[in-house]
């Protein structure tokens, strides 16, 4: 049986914690994407559009997420465009890869802490928090959460 692609509106939030546990301001974004059910999880795509301020231009971003719900939970994340990267999320274990920048690659690993997904017909959910290190050096404590549901359904 072949899935069908569902409108859906994304929630992302996502902040940084310091050396110390203290708490970044987080960022909020909220965009239309697709989801497809896939046998073990779903596949979602959405675009991020984020502007540092009123006189720069906006910065789009194509991002996906597969992500897989079995006994061991796991979110794939793909950005794509000038500044792309693939980032493997599964609790307790390393990821390493490039961050892909117009002015060069940049060694990036992550440790993930905890990896949770939920996912339904027309929602889903994720949290995912990691270690992130950027060069060999330790960078900080981020956290992730998406949540995702069918533009047709009431509340969202």
Not at 31 to 43: F, S
Not at 94 to 121: I, N, S, W
């Amino acid at each position: 049986m072949e899935h069908k692609l569902i409108p859906v509106i994304v929630t992302l939030q996502s902040y940084s914690r310091g050396e110390h546990g203290e708490k970044e301001q987080p960022v909020k974004l909220m965009c239309h994407g697709k989801m497809k059910l896939t046998t073990d999880g779903c596949m979602v795509r959405y675009q991020e559009v984020q502007q540092e301020d009123a006189n720069s231009a906006p910065m789009v971003q194509d991002v996906m997420l597969n992500i897989q719900c079995g006994p061991v939970p796991r979110v794939t994340m793909t950005r794509m465009g000038d500044y792309g990267t693939t980032m493997v999320f599964v609790k307790d274990r390393r990821f390493e890869g490039a961050y892909h920048t117009p002015y060069g690659d940049l060694a990036l690993a992550l440790y993930a802490m905890q990896v949770q997904c939920k996912v339904a017909e027309d929602y889903g959910s994720i949290h995912l928090e990691y270690q992130l290190d950027m060069q060999g050096s330790y960078s900080a404590v981020q956290c992730i959460d998406v949540s995702f549901c069918a533009e047709s359904s009431q509340p969202c």
